[in-house]
């Protein structure tokens, strides 16, 4: 997954900085950087970014009137805003302000903001990684994860091709790093969270699913699962 940033910045020696903390960040992500001297050049707003970092003491046009004319165009823009002036960050609150950078202590700060990012954007994103406990590596697309499932301290994924991967991770961390709703998901009981195109159908309480298994559907979960199943076929027509 790629995650694109936009940096202003009028002076060359924080973008270089900012730039170099962005690189040396270790994660799946790959990092395609854009960076601008001039906080008025129109290329700004030509394409959204999945990430701004914007610097708020600029001459011509401040950080925070850049900001707003990028959310008037992008309401969903993530700004992390930059300053020496820490007073701004109360200003920054209108903005809704994901994050403010205090170039005093900006090597903490740009770790808390990048690592914070990053969980945000995998929250959204289409793409699964998979940290396999024989340590290797994979990242797939949801629509080819066909169920997840909760084995004690492990979870157990099943792709859509048969092949089965198992993670140290709970089904609690899961359902924090990743919206449900978003990548077509549902929760069919406490241990277990299905692909609702991976359906065949549903019969009594269990998930037919396309690979031939019954899963059980949680009788507190029953009515949640039976309304997004209905709601995913009706817009599926």
Do not use: W
């Amino acid at each position: 997954m790629e995650m694109k940033i936009c940096i202003v910045d009028d002076e060359q020696v924080q973008i270089d900085r900012l730039q170099e903390y962005i690189n040396q960040h270790e994660t799946f992500l790959e990092f395609k950087t854009i960076t601008f001297h001039d906080s008025t050049d129109v290329n700004i707003l030509a394409e959204e970014f999945d990430l701004y970092f914007l610097d708020i003491d600029m001459p011509k046009r401040t950080g925070f009137e850049l900001a707003k004319m990028i959310q008037k165009k992008y309401p969903d823009a993530i700004f992390i805003f930059v300053s020496a002036h820490s007073e701004f960050v109360y200003d920054s609150f209108k903005f809704n302000a994901f994050y403010f950078v205090r170039k005093f202590t900006f090597e903490a700060d740009m770790i808390d903001a990048l690592h914070l990012a990053e969980n945000k954007l995998k929250k959204y994103a289409k793409k699964y990684e998979i940290n396999s406990v024989d340590g290797e590596k994979q990242i797939v697309n949801f629509g080819n994860i066909l169920y997840f499932e909760k084995m004690i301290n492990q979870l157990l994924v099943t792709l859509t091709n048969g092949k089965t991967y198992t993670e140290r991770k709970s089904m609690k961390q899961l359902l924090q790093e990743v919206n449900l709703d978003l990548v077509g998901f549902v929760l069919i009981n406490a241990g277990t969270c299905v692909n609702l195109k991976g359906v065949n159908k549903l019969v009594d309480s269990e998930m037919v699913m396309s690979n031939g298994e019954h899963l059980a559907i949680s009788r507190r979960r029953f009515s949640d699962v039976r309304n997004a199943y209905h709601r995913f076929l009706m817009e599926s027509e």
